[in-house]
């Protein structure tokens, strides 16, 4: 039996898989082993796995060296503790710039706008910083702000782990209503900001079409978010268990993935129309905020849809772990 399981691609594929994953789980335990330690211990597996001609030991040294992968990875993607960071200026108020590099998020007091490449009194520093300013303040994605605020670090809450959470997107401080904004708009064309710039037109039509709640319902079960829609209304979702419809997530990639493709594939046939509707998950991804389970599910289903290419069944397990390792090895902190 394990000697079929050795000859077998999909299962050892699900193995190597697996164990990268059992190592991005456990290298919060191996934050203090060196470099060079990691160098050496991936090059000696590798070597051995060279020369090693039985199957069974061969997998055995290969799990070995994908779980060491995996702690290394995580290890990587801890902040190095010589660099200067935007937590190292928090308690006092100093002059901020720095770029919009997502689209602002809408909250019923205020929208979130999250800024990178960040210069805190003209010296830069690493990490985003998270700026809360008032709903009527108009900022678009690529604009450069410059700023007055108190710098404050993240904090959970609730038993919500939110320092946690914002640093797995590399935020690592807020700003609340920071004095004297000063907003530049981006003269350079960004593809990003034409693909948000389309996705406020598409927005603006659907509420010149459908009265409100149903415009901002629409817009939620398309591309996730509930801000347009009225307190009460969101509390009766959440009382019947159906606020996830309106969160950017597996279902509303799976709605906008199966009804256009079952809509492109009568005009351009199976082949070209999963190559298009994989080039518009893309879209759809950056339009829903790129956020980590929009993705997952984005890429669970361009393999699915690159396996009706090629004419292969997808297998739900390898799928899963294919999609959980490629995630990780972007970001660990996933």
């Not at 710039?97 to 999250?114: C, Y």
């Not at 419809?245 to 809509?263: D, H, K, P």
């Not at 994989?278 to 339009?287: D, F, G, P």
Request: net charge positive; proline share 3%; with cysteine.
């Amino acid at each position: 039996m394990f000697s079929r399981f050795t000859h077998s691609p999909s299962k050892i594929f699900a193995v190597l898989s697996a164990m990268f994953c059992f190592g991005i789980l456990f290298g919060s335990f191996f934050l203090s082993v060196s470099l060079i330690t990691w160098i050496f211990i991936l090059c000696v597996t590798v070597l051995v796995a060279t020369f090693l001609t039985d199957r069974k030991h061969r997998l055995f040294v290969l799990s070995l060296f994908m779980f060491a992968f995996g702690l290394f990875r995580y290890t990587q993607s801890e902040i190095p503790k010589n660099i200067s960071t935007v937590r190292d200026f928090t308690g006092q108020i100093l002059r901020i710039e720095g770029d919009v590099i997502a689209e602002p998020a809408m909250r019923s007091k205020s929208n979130q706008i999250t800024i990178g490449n960040v210069r805190v009194v003209d010296r830069e520093v690493f990490g985003h910083v998270l700026v809360s300013i008032p709903k009527e303040q108009e900022i678009t994605y690529g604009d450069h702000l410059v700023f007055s605020c108190s710098l404050q670090i993240p904090r959970p809450f609730n038993g919500f782990a939110y320092d946690r959470y914002l640093e797995s997107k590399g935020t690592l401080a807020l700003c609340r209503f920071p004095h004297e904004l000063d907003r530049a708009a981006s003269k350079r064309f960004s593809l990003i900001g034409s693909i948000f710039s389309f996705k406020h037109q598409l927005v603006e039509k659907m509420k010149h079409v459908f009265p409100e709640p149903h415009a901002s319902f629409l817009f939620g079960l398309v591309f996730g978010g509930n801000s347009g829609i009225d307190g009460d209304l969101q509390n009766n979702f959440i009382k019947t268990g159906t606020s996830h419809i309106l969160a950017a997530s597996g279902f509303n990639v799976s709605l906008f993935t199966f009804v256009f493709f079952g809509f492109v594939i009568q005009y351009f046939g199976k082949k070209r129309g999963s190559i298009l509707t994989t080039i518009l998950i893309v879209v759809y991804v950056v339009m829903a905020g790129a956020t980590a389970a929009v993705i997952r599910a984005a890429v669970f289903g361009a393999v699915i849809l690159l396996g009706s290419v090629i004419g292969r069944r997808a297998h739900m397990l390898n799928t899963l772990l294919f999609t959980a390792s490629l995630m990780l090895f972007y970001n660990p902190r996933w």
